[in-house]
């Protein structure tokens, strides 16, 4: 899966009606999107997450990774 058809399926399933995507960053088995509102304001919530390989989606909370893992991801959509 691309990060195209992560953004598809974030949007799918997130409350984020009438917010834009601002950062999609690539992780070696998720893809981790964020948004912003109209007027470039970032919502105080946790990113979704799409994993590449079933699609499933959850909320990217980041205390529940280490600093390596955050070293692991690089970002390939920044508004």
Known sequence: MGYQEAIKI???NANAVG???CEVIEF???FVISYEDRD????DVS?????????DVGT???PDYDGNFF????AVFTK
């Open 10 to 12: 974030a949007n799918a």
């Open 19 to 21: 917010d834009i995507v």
């Open 28 to 30: 070696n088995d998720r």
């Open 40 to 43: 470039g304001n970032v919502p």
């Open 47 to 55: 990113p979704i997450f799409v994993l590449k390989e079933s699609g």
């Open 60 to 62: 990217f909370f980041p």
């Open 71 to 74: 070293k692991s991801g690089q």
